[in-house]
């Protein structure tokens, strides 16, 4: 592929992940599902132009655990998009709500860790600190659940 048509196919990205964007904001504004599944078809297209664009992988998975109730394919995503960017910390805690959702809670308890270690932000860190106390006692051998 030569330099205009890499070029190309970032600005694409960018473009449908925009479009993906405003298609999630009048989804949440309004409670419009259709929005999020047309949100989530453009952050498609935005990885499919550019398939180490962690920040679409991040949104996309995002939607797929808040508003679609997917939490399977969030965790892909959201395994991904750290993956690819390491610096997505938010990529871990958001990977921990699916795990939860999934009844996986050692793998959620083991996000919400990765999270404290980095994640800077002050609601977030109770929520991690908050949910890692809770699943605890679900799982075998943890500190809290024996």
Known sequence: MNRLQRWVRFVLSRCYYLLAASHRHFG????LTQEHASAVNDFT????HNPEFARAYLERGILYWRELDRPRRAVLDLTMAYELDSRL???????GIAHQQ???YAE???????????????HWRVYAETMIRELAEWV???????
Do not use: C, T, V
């Open 108 to 122: 959620a308890i083991a996000d919400y860790q990765a999270y404290l270690g980095e994640g800077d932000h002050p």
């Open 28 to 31: 949440n504004q309004y409670s």
């Open 140 to 146: 075998p051998g943890s500190e809290d659940g024996e």
């Open 102 to 104: 999934l009844r996986e």
């Open 45 to 48: 297209k935005a990885i499919a």
């Open 89 to 95: 910390i938010e990529a871990r805690f958001n990977r």
